[in-house]
């Protein structure tokens, strides 16, 4: 059983969102930074450990999920019944 002790909100959204954010997915990286997956505006991005969007990366299809597959390496699972996933 887990028990929350603190709950805070943090903003993940940045200029060129066209919607509204949707998390579906998030991982820690070493450097203490994070990604979290935005599946509403199809970006990955990387939030410093003060919980600043410092950067994005567009992908094509609709992102869910990201896991560490290295030590600054990430794999995101996408869900879209499409010839072109990968």
Do not use: W
């Amino acid at each position: 059983m887990f028990e929350v002790k603190k709950h805070v909100l943090h903003t993940v959204k940045v200029a060129d969102d066209q919607k509204l954010c949707n998390i579906t997915g998030i991982c820690k990286l070493a450097t203490e930074e994070f990604l979290p997956v935005d599946n509403f505006n199809l970006k990955i991005k990387l939030m410093d450990s003060n919980y600043k969007v410092t950067s994005t990366c567009d992908v094509p299809r609709n992102p869910q999920d990201v896991c560490l597959i290295g030590e600054r390496e990430a794999a995101v699972s996408v869900n879209k019944n499409s010839e072109d996933r990968h």
